[in-house]
């Protein structure tokens, strides 16, 4: 069994590093020899240091407290998130300080920065196009800027933590005043660039699932023989139906959920209950009209 978080792929990346090591004939027969689960520990730990000595370079380079500390995302968070995060860890071992880079991808957060980290750290590079959790970093000095600036001068930036040149970071539990911190003053086509992509970022799933539910629907109703139902034709047959209907519902979140990530965008954490609220609201006073109809 592989205890492993439910969010990434991290029981993959182990089942693949153990199907390399395991080809190993002496390394099994060492498995088998202990004696003991801390023999046995002992041994995976030898051979990891054997198949991946660049790896276990790393980290013990990295065994004392990070000086540096970075975030990185971008609205897609596929390239642009990584490029950074890369950029960063690269300037800070070329500069001979020790950095430790959260991502924020499509993936979920990943190498995400501990409590112990963050209060033992010189500073906080937050080089992102979207928004990201920030009240972790009350007190800290905080320098945010766009993910370009990570990929293009992380050395840079590097600097003016290590030399203090950064405000601290106050987070009042609002939207936070981006200005304030920001290496470049953001301008007003990027900021609705951002709050936008934040919005469609979180619309993709439910759109591309909802149009695979209805094209499989159709699917379904063509394999039936009902290619012919005229304005019926997805749901004429009863499993067609409800696949058809599951990617029409899946559909309908499509603009609430748009609308409600940008208010969480331009309005951090409050922004999306305050926009469900409001929902609420409009969606009661609609039932209560039609009731009364």
Request: charged share 25%; with cysteine.
């Amino acid at each position: 069994m592989i205890a492993a978080p439910p969010e990434g792929d991290v029981h993959l990346e182990i089942l693949s590093r153990l199907m390399v090591m395991l080809m190993d004939e002496d390394f099994v027969a060492k498995l088998r020899a202990a004696e003991s689960a801390d023999e046995f520990l002992d041994v995976i730990n030898k051979q990891e240091i054997i198949k991946y000595p660049d790896e276990a370079k790393k980290e013990e380079t990295q065994k004392g407290k990070y000086r540096v500390l970075a975030v990185t995302a971008c609205p897609t968070g596929i390239a642009h998130t990584y490029m950074a995060a890369e950029a960063l860890e690269k300037a800070g071992e070329k500069l001979g300080y020790s950095l430790k880079a959260e991502t924020n991808g499509s993936g979920g957060a990943k190498n995400v920065l501990t409590k112990k980290e963050i209060a033992e750290c010189d500073g906080i590079i937050v080089a992102a196009d979207k928004n990201v959790e920030m009240a972790r970093f009350d007190g800290k000095k905080v320098l945010k800027t766009n993910v370009s600036a990570g990929i293009n001068k992380p050395e840079e930036l590097i600097h003016k933590i290590i030399e203090g040149k950064v405000p601290t970071y106050h987070h009042n539990g609002e939207k936070d005043e981006s200005d304030e911190y920001e290496e470049e003053k953001e301008s007003f086509g990027h900021q609705v660039y951002k709050h936008l992509m934040n919005g469609v970022s979180h619309m993709l799933p439910f759109v591309v699932g909802g149009g695979v539910l209805i094209a499989l629907g159709f699917l379904i109703d063509t394999i039936a023989g009902n290619a012919g139902a005229g304005s019926e034709f997805g749901s004429k047959n009863a499993v067609a139906a409800v696949v058809f209907w599951i990617g029409k519902a899946a559909f309908s979140f499509m603009l609430p959920i748009l609308a409600g990530y940008i208010s969480q965008s331009i309005a951090d954490r409050p922004g999306l209950p305050r926009y469900c609220g409001r929902l609420s609201c409009h969606n009661r006073r609609n039932s209560f009209i039609s009731h009364r109809r």
